[in-house]
C-alpha cells in the first residue's frame, strides 16, 4: 500500500509539472514620461530572455496592455523591456531592480506595475573594482584555434613577485564578471576580493579569466549544435589547453599538472568547464561546474558517460530558484560521474537555497569551492 501511494503522489506530481497554465499578464501601472509608440515586451527565461520577440509583445486594448500565454507550470524569471535592454524597467529614479519571479502552477492573472525605465536616467557610474594584485595579460589575446583576440586576465597572489613557491591555477570563464564592477554587466564573483582576505599560511591560486565573445558566447561555450548556432566549444576548450595553458605555465610560476590544474564557471560556463575536464583529464584535474546549462547541449550526458571514469574531480553547485530542471539537471550529471567510479567528496552537488541564476550567487559560492580544491589538493 505504502508504494502505491508513493507511485501516486509521483504521478500526481508528475501532472502538474508538466501541465500547461494560462497566464494573463497585465501591466495596470506604467511612468508617465514613458516615450511613443509604448512597445513593450517581456523577457525571461521563457524565452531566452529575448527583450524584443514579437510573440511577446503587450497589446494595447481597452486602455490596458495585456499579454496571454500558455506556459508548463513551474518557476520563472523575468522583467519587462521596450525592446532592448538599454530600455529595460528599473527601480524609481533609476535604482536598480531585480528579476521578477513567477510560481505557477494554475491558470492566473498577474498584475505589473512599471516603476522607471532605465534609459530615462543618465548611466550607472561605474567604477573599477579589481584588487592590485589583477593584471591584463592582454587586450587582445591570439585565440588561433578561433581567428579570434580576446581580453585575457590574471590574479596573482600577494607576495608572488618575492615568493619561490609555484602556484595551482584556476582557469575561468566569463573574465569580465570575475573581478571588477567596471566590467560586469550584472556584478561580479569578487575572486581577488576573496583570494586577498585569506590569511597568511592558506593556500593560494593564480587565477586566469578569459573574457566571454559577446554574442558568440553561446557558441562558443557549446561543443554540440544547438538552435543558438554551430558549436566553437571544441575551439574554445582547444584554446585554453594548446595556447593559454602553455603560455601561462612558461610565464608564470605554476604547478603544471592536472591536479593543480582547475577550469571552472557559471551557466554556459559550467557547461563548458565539464566538457573540458572530460575531453582534457590529463590537463584538467578540476571542474567548477556553477549552474550548468546543459538543456543547451544535452548530448553531453553520454559524452560524460563515455569519458567520467577517465576524469578526476567536479564541483556542482546551482541555486534553488533557478528554474525547474537545473537541480535535477545537475544532479543528472553528478549521478553520471559517480557511476563512473567517482566517489562522492570528488562529485559534490550542493542547491543553494533562495539563490538565483546571477553573480550574487556564484560570489557567495565560491569560498565553498575554494576549500573544496584545497582539500583535493592535499
Not at 536598480?96 to 494554475?106: A, C, D, E, I, K
Amino acid at each position: 500500500m505504502k508504494r502505491l501511494l508513493l507511485s501516486i503522489a509521483f504521478l500526481l506530481c508528475a501532472h502538474i509539472l508538466s501541465a500547461q497554465v494560462k497566464v494573463n499578464f497585465v501591466i495596470n501601472n506604467l511612468p508617465a514620461k514613458t516615450p511613443e509608440p509604448k512597445t513593450i515586451y517581456l523577457a525571461g527565461n521563457f524565452n531566452d530572455w529575448s527583450p524584443a520577440k514579437t510573440e511577446w509583445q503587450f497589446a494595447f486594448d481597452n486602455n490596458a496592455y495585456t499579454l496571454n500565454k500558455t506556459l508548463p507550470a513551474g518557476n520563472y524569471e523575468y522583467k519587462l523591456a521596450r525592446g532592448s535592454w538599454d530600455k529595460v524597467e528599473c527601480g524609481a529614479n533609476g535604482g536598480p531592480f531585480g528579476n521578477r519571479s513567477l510560481h505557477v502552477v494554475h491558470d492566473t492573472t498577474v498584475y505589473l506595475s512599471v516603476a522607471d525605465w532605465q534609459d530615462l536616467h543618465p548611466p550607472i557610474r561605474r567604477v573599477h573594482t579589481a584588487s592590485a594584485q589583477v593584471h591584463i595579460i592582454s587586450e587582445k589575446f591570439d585565440m588561433p584555434q578561433l581567428g579570434k583576440q580576446r581580453r585575457v586576465w590574471i590574479y596573482l597572489p600577494k607576495g608572488y613577485e618575492t615568493s619561490k613557491k609555484k602556484y595551482p591555477v584556476i582557469y575561468m570563464h566569463d573574465g569580465q564578471n570575475l573581478f571588477d564592477g567596471y566590467t560586469s554587466g550584472f556584478g561580479e564573483w569578487g575572486v581577488d576580493e576573496f583570494l586577498d582576505s585569506l590569511k597568511a599560511g592558506q593556500q593560494q591560486f593564480i587565477v586566469v579569466g578569459v573574457d566571454h565573445g559577446g554574442e558568440a558566447r553561446v557558441v562558443e561555450y557549446s561543443p554540440y549544435e544547438s538552435k543558438y548556432g554551430k558549436p566553437l566549444g571544441d575551439k574554445y576548450v582547444d584554446f585554453l589547453v594548446e595556447t593559454l595553458k602553455p603560455y601561462i605555465d612558461q610565464h608564470y610560476k605554476t604547478l603544471t599538472d592536472a591536479k593543480h590544474t582547475t577550469v571552472a564557471g557559471s551557466s554556459m560556463g559550467g557547461l563548458i568547464s565539464m566538457y573540458a575536464e572530460l575531453k582534457y583529464p590529463k590537463v584538467f584535474g578540476n571542474a567548477g561546474v556553477f549552474s550548468p546549462a546543459f538543456w543547451i547541449n544535452p548530448p553531453i550526458y553520454d559524452y560524460a558517460k563515455a569519458h567520467a571514469a577517465q576524469a578526476k574531480r567536479f564541483y556542482f553547485a546551482c541555486g534553488d530558484q533557478e528554474g525547474d530542471t537545473m537541480d535535477a539537471d545537475m544532479f543528472k550529471m553528478a549521478d553520471i560521474s559517480r557511476n563512473s567510479g567517482l566517489s562522492l567528496k570528488n562529485t559534490p552537488a550542493t542547491i543553494i537555497k533562495g539563490a538565483k541564476h546571477n553573480e550574487a550567487q556564484w560570489r557567495g559560492a565560491f569560498p565553498a569551492f575554494y576549500q573544496w580544491l584545497v582539500v583535493g589538493m592535499k
